[in-house]
């Protein structure tokens, strides 16, 4: 059965400490990782599109990396509007719909 | 371009009610799929329509219906309303298929009294 896994559940960091969050997956054919940031009662947003393993990402202070079994969303030098929670979801073989992971909540201290 | 939007916004029904929710792709995707996210669940995908026509299903109960328009807008439908269906019901959009990319209206909050 198609799995995603994240973690750390919840990361505090202070502002400008960098870190990654992770995103591990076993799917049966992977079509496409993608990571999205969500607010509080919000839709969640559009960062990153992953296809192949290799494949790097950016986007101001954020990098996704793929490999063959996980992902990762680096956070180099965070700041307090970076706090949110960052969720990992995957398209795998012929099914049409994204499954995600329970997500990571992070918090950026001033 | 305008992002995808949902109505309505927010929603409180009694037990046993039937509702509707709307949603309208981004223009030019064909591909809308709808999602229920609870604390407990996270995110589970509920259905997807492409082209007016049903073409994956999660493992949801038969209470829990979807269509979509000639212009891809797209409705779910819940009926006989439960205390467990309260959740955020977030709808989004894509070109062609899922693997392209997803891209996620507000969400309707419904609340099941």
């Known amino acids: 059965e198609d799995q995603v896994t994240q973690s750390p559940e919840a990361l505090r960091l202070q502002e400008g400490e960098s870190s990654s969050l992770n995103c591990s997956y076993t799917v049966s054919g992977l079509r496409g990782l993608f990571w999205y940031r969500q607010d509080p009662g919000k839709g969640p947003e559009f960062l990153f599109t992953?296809?192949?393993a290799g494949e790097e990402k950016e986007k101001e202070r954020l990098k996704a990396t793929l490999t063959k079994k996980e992902s990762f969303l680096h956070i180099t030098a965070p700041k307090p509007e970076d706090s949110a929670t960052y969720l990992c979801?995957?398209?795998?073989?012929?099914?049409?719909?994204?499954?995600f992971g329970a997500g990571t909540r992070l918090a950026v201290h001033p | 371009k305008a992002g995808v939007t949902q109505t309505p916004r927010y929603l409180i029904k009694t037990r046993g009610q039937q509702v509707t929710l709307s949603c309208s792709p981004i223009?030019?995707?064909?591909?809308v799929s709808w999602y229920q996210q609870t604390p407990g669940q996270g995110l589970q995908f509920l259905f997807e329509y492409f082209s007016e026509t049903q073409r994956n299903k999660g493992n949801f109960p038969g209470r829990f219906s979807g269509r979509q328009f000639s212009n891809s807008r797209s409705e779910m439908n819940v009926s006989t309303l439960e205390l467990g269906d309260s959740a955020l019901y977030l709808c989004?959009?894509?070109?062609?298929?899922?693997?392209?990319?997803?891209?996620f209206g507000p969400g309707t909050r419904l609340t099941v009294l």
């Open positions: 992953l296809y192949s």
């Open positions: 223009s030019g995707h064909r591909s």
């Open positions: 989004a959009s894509s070109f062609r298929q899922a693997a392209d990319t997803q891209y």
């Open positions: 979801a995957v398209v795998s073989g012929g099914y049409n719909k994204l499954i």
